[in-house]
């Protein structure tokens, strides 16, 4: 076994009783065996047996001595590493690639090293970067060529934080293996145990230029088990293990195999509301439990230390005869030798203080803390944790779901990166598709994170904290071969690949790759959030949001290049720059606004979320509730009994956080439902997102749109409003259609049906057409999370059109919904995706009205006045521009943010 050393049993020492070794010492003779083994203990390892004849050495002492000594070794990889000429991941039969005249973003120099030239692979290694040697390229027989002509390649995506396998999709009650609820304290548990090999998400994630995956337990407990990084292509021998990157485990050793080379390992934990609601526990509590752990490791890991001070001495007089070890407990003593990569689900100041505490008192360290909402708040303390500061791993927009994740800011990333601490960005998959991972980043650097650090939070950066970073996260020669070919730059909105490889294979069969405009080849020229991101720290995370209504009485809008408006027809253009920009009047002018080429367009309507029900998703107190359904329940008489039908008006709160937001991006109305668990939603409401209350001029723009029902498994409905269905599996919606045309019959009228959610809908997109229902698609890119919607269209890489477009392409009315109030605020990212995967098939007015006249079409709002929005530096559609002002002519008045 371990560095050569003779076995156990030749090693078995002279004074150990014969009996027990005969048979295995076999046909040498004992007086023999025991010289020879005594003079390999006297020179291997010094034990001064001879100097004291009454001590015994313990039955396995070499296998302890080995022990012993792997103690102090640190993992990672050996020193030989970079002299590999083939991968271990290498699979025999995958040719050569070349990827001629890229443009490479290697990941190197901190992000800033861009290369043009080729890559060539060979045997699941990049080979070279650059300039590639002829007469080496020449020896090599059968080389696949790709000429990138100019494209952007950078390494494979890294998610440091994903459920992918353990938390399948489409999702069934008998795969639910992410998250045993046995205990607070689970370190023995492994995700390896539960990872899945069929899992719709691992070949979408590829298809977004996702490589590998850390895939970790939930955060139910304090600690929730280890974590296992894996590749994501199907593995030759289609097991788990086979999907492993640097596998600390083999199919025939369940153990962790310490003598073989050292590998990271991964350990999640979790502090703060997840543990304390499954325990029904306070803070307090889970803290005590993370005491209670650290101190039993710590006491086993002092007595092997003790142990092994003297055995490795040969003071053996005394010391018990087995090695002090507890399989339950080694993977968290591993943590304190400082050869795990702890991973740490940690939202609020308080929680991230309590485990830096933690680390000090136990003197280990945290590879990242996830979530992590509050880290931005709180430098200093991470910077005082044991050891190093933790990376940082974060969702970019996506926050304000419970308490602990309020004061969340899109300006976390910078104001972290600023501080000189480690960005991450991150998936929690499926909580975001971890397709679209690099869109966070994307994010990220719209709001301030340098492009290149924004790279490598889904890079090289991931790939450092989870210790892989000698062979994933960069382009360099003798690196894994997992590279992505993107159709623009990987910071453009909507960017996506062309081709991905894995281990030198590539993953798409038939990739359908569209063009791009020019500018998409670009990074985008983000606009400045620096008094914002200042905001967000001084205000604690709580900045101010309402607008700033102009008190001027005249604004003007100097260069701008396009002003659009809207009706309930369409949207119109008002105003189109030729060569040299307009300028916009409201009033007479006496405020001057620069809009540096941008737009001024109708303000976007939000549909599909609870936005302006809630608060906090998670906190009930924040919401006016869920409506009682009479399918289910009871009503009593004095709610309006069984036939009563709930409206969305009555419960509505006004300026919450995501519709402040929202409407700072351009959402200047929103349609809502009441909040529903069962089938009867209610009647929707539309409401102005930057009014004070209800009583606020024009804050309540129509107290009744639409009915709505959810139906997952068939009502029906009649009357002057349309009826909306929110509906996902393509079945359902046949069954529907047969009892539209039905009942239209019998009563010879005509029903108002308009399809919401609707993954499936493309595959009824003639019938759909027919019966003239319409589709509101949400979310926009569609995800297989159960087994009702599984049967989703991808869109590029993977399919020529998404759900939406393909619906459009049948002459279906066709409008946008968000399902999350929190991404309101993206719809125009929503949007812009959606432009540049239509491409010349629809103009940038037919793609506002997705999200604006087609809802107010399609969900019975009534004609009103809408706002304008202003944005500055280009359209509302991408990265290039920022929304500065909104213009109601409706309310008389100008904001201005
Ligand atoms: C690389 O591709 C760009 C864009 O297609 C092209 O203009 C250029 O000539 C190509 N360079 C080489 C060396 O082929
Ligand atoms: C375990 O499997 C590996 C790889 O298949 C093999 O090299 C090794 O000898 C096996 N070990 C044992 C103890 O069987
Ligand atoms: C319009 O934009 C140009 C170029 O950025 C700038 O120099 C000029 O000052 C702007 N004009 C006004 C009136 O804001
Ligand atoms: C959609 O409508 C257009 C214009 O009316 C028509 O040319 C086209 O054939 C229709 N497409 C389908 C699939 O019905």
Partial sequence: MNKGLPTTSLMDPPTSKPTRNAGRVGRLPLPVVAVFAFLLLQSVFEIRVARD??????????????????????????????????????????????????????????????????????????????????????????????????????????????????????????????????????????????????????????????????????????????????????????????????????????EYDTSAVFRYRQMKHACGENPNRVYSDTRMDVIWAFRQAYDKARQIKNTQDQYCTKALAGEWKGLAPDFPEDLQWEALVDVLRGRVKVHTHCYETVDLDDLVRITNEFKFSIAAFHHAHETYLVPDTLKAAYGHPPAIALFASNARYKRESYRGSEFAPRVLADNGLQVVMKSDHPVLDSRFLLYEAQQAHYYGLDGNLALLSVTGTPAQVMGEDHRIGFIKAGYDADLVLWDSHPLALGATPQQVWIDGIPQLSSPHVHRKPASSQASPQTPDFDKEASDAVKFDGLPPLGPKTSNDDFVVFTNVSRVLTMDTKGIEDIFVAGGELGVALVHNGKLFVDLAGGWISPGLISFGSVLGLEEIQGEASTSDGYVLDPLLYKVPDIAGGDNSIIRAADGLQYTTRNALLAYMSGITAAITAPKAAGFLAGLSVVFATSAKHQLDDGGLIQDVAAVHVFIHHVFIGQGEIPLVIDVDNADIMASLLRLKGEIEEELDTSLKFVFSGASEAHLLAKEISDAGVGVVVSPSRSYPGSWENRRILPGPPLSEKSNLLELRAHNVSVALGVPSAWEARNTRFDLGWIALEAGESMSKKEVLALASVNLQQLLGVHSFETDLVASKGGDLLDFDSKVVAVISPRRGIVDLF
Avoid at 116 to 125: A, M, R
Avoid at 165 to 192: E, F, Q, T
Wanted: proline fraction near 7%.
């Fill in 53 to 254: 004849d009454a001590v015994k050495l313990p039955l396995h002492a070499s296998e302890i001595i080995d022990k012993c000594r792997a103690l102090s070794i640190k993992p990672g990889p050996p020193e030989d590493f970079h002299l590999r000429t083939h991968s271990d991941r290498f699979v025999a039969g995958t040719k050569p690639t070349l990827i001629k005249n890229a443009t490479i973003w290697t990941g190197g120099v901190g992000g800033l090293e861009i290369l043009k030239g080729d890559i060539l692979v060979t045997n699941g290694l990049i080979k070279g970067v650059g300039v590639i040697d002829k007469d080496y390229l020449a020896a090599l027989d059968d080389v696949v060529t790709i000429d990138a002509s100019g494209a952007w390649v950078s390494p494979g995506i890294v998610d440091l934080h994903s459920h992918l396998g353990v938390s399948p999709s489409p999702s069934l009650s008998g795969s639910n293996d992410g998250n045993s609820r046995k205990g607070p304290i689970l370190p023995w548990l492994r995700a390896l145990d539960s990872l899945n090999t069929h899992n719709d998400a691992y070949r979408l994630s590829v298809a977004g230029g996702v490589t590998t995956a850390l895939v970790l337990p939930g955060s139910a407990n304090a600690i929730g088990g280890q974590g296992i990084v894996i590749k994501l292509r199907p593995p030759e021998d289609r097991s788990p293990t086979g999907m492993l990157l640097e596998n600390p485990y083999s199919t025939n050793q369940t």
